[in-house]
């Protein structure tokens, strides 16, 4: 379809100098001397053919220049529908290849259902925050500098996003999964969460329920040697997740971003998804 | 310790007395004989793991801070006092 109308375009184009053939020679001066009789056109014909081939640049130009009205006219009704065609054309691509990238993400399979226990130590599924966002960190509670830094660098993207956020939107909901059970009960992680946002809620579980959701997300953590006072540093992946309110992991964020970013990029994926429901 | 480390208030005392500490050390070219009190209320408020993270830290910062600079010689004279003392 989009060939045929090329196609149309160009054989436009190709015709017009043809047509428009008589009208330069009734203006051009160099004839204006000469009787014209059928003969003397037809050799004029020829000569005009000849030199239109692009021997004479003056009548070359004459003849790009010899337009009428008529031939604008056509000639922008079919440019104009040929570049409406097209502009849908690549609508409908950029449309395609988003839909793709969608999937592609999906495939990577990060994020899934959860079961864990919460800062008032009741059980909390991934079930319980459909209809909302989530924006998850994983850390530990004996962290020294980088955990806290990234949870509050997450509470403050939180509240930059509520500000700007429409309301009756879902919800951003930021979510603390510890990585270390073995000290994170739900006492330390309730105090812990409390110094950050009363937003944020924290997470904790038995070993094999965090290393389920850990798994899921395809978090890296690993306990390091523990010291005289059986205490111990837990290394673990930096990353902060977003989910969208029907479960799916949507994008994550590296410690190299700030808060700002981190809201911003919220910010539009929150736009999409509404857009896209609409 | 007489706070939890874990709260915020333990955590950020800790972190104060740390950044006198480093301050100390930024001002005597590393020397810790000159920066005993410094670290001994860093030692203070901040657990034995925590100590011993960031001084691992604050050697791994200066090494990123060498590499930084981009300068050769400084990464020559860095690499030349760490490794061939």
């Known amino acids: ?278 | 310790m007489s706070v939890d480390i874990t709260s915020k208030e333990g955590r950020e005392k800790c972190w104060q007395t740390r950044d006198v500490y480093w301050k100390c050390l930024d001002m005597n070219a590393e020397d810790q004989k000159k920066c005993q009190n410094e670290r001994q209320l860093f030692e203070r408020d901040c657990s034995k793991t925590w100590i011993k993270h960031f001084d691992r830290r604050r050697e791994y910062l200066k090494f990123k801070n060498v590499i930084d600079s981009g300068d050769k010689d400084v990464i020559d004279d860095f690499l030349k006092n760490k490794y061939h003392k």
């Open chain 1, 1 to 278: 379809m989009q060939r045929l109308a090329t196609r149309l375009i160009f054989s436009r184009t190709i015709s017009l100098p043809n047509r428009t053939f008589k009208s330069l020679l009734s203006t051009n001066p160099t004839q204006k001397h000469f009787d014209v009789s059928k003969q003397t056109l037809n050799t004029c014909l020829i000569q005009k053919r000849f030199k239109s081939a692009g021997n004479d640049p003056k009548a070359k130009l004459k003849q790009n220049f010899q337009v009428s009205w008529r031939h604008v006219v056509v000639l922008f009704v079919f440019g104009g529908a040929a570049v409406l065609f097209m502009l849908k054309l690549k609508r409908e691509k950029e449309e395609s290849i988003r839909r793709q990238r969608k999937q592609a993400v999906g495939k990577m399979a990060i994020g899934g259902p959860f079961e864990l226990i919460d800062q008032n130590g009741k059980v909390k599924k991934s079930s319980d925050f459909l209809g909302q966002w989530m924006l998850i960190y994983f850390g530990f509670t004996h962290c020294p500098d980088i955990c806290p830094e990234e949870m509050d660098k997450m509470c403050h993207a939180v509240d930059l996003v509520e500000k700007v956020k429409i309301k009756g939107d879902p919800v951003l909901t930021p979510i603390f999964i510890t990585v270390d059970p073995e000290r994170d009960d739900v006492k330390a992680v309730s105090s812990y969460v409390k110094d950050f946002s009363p937003k944020l809620i924290g997470l904790t579980g038995d070993q094999k329920q965090i290393e389920q959701v850990t798994k899921a997300y395809r978090v890296y953590f690993s306990q390091g040697p523990k010291d005289e006072d059986n205490d111990y540093i837990v290394d673990h992946t930096v990353i902060m997740y977003l989910v969208d309110p029907e479960g799916n992991f949507v994008d994550y964020f590296g410690q190299n971003k700030t808060a700002e970013e981190v809201a911003t990029a919220i910010a539009i994926h929150m736009g999409s998804y509404q857009a896209g429901k609409q």
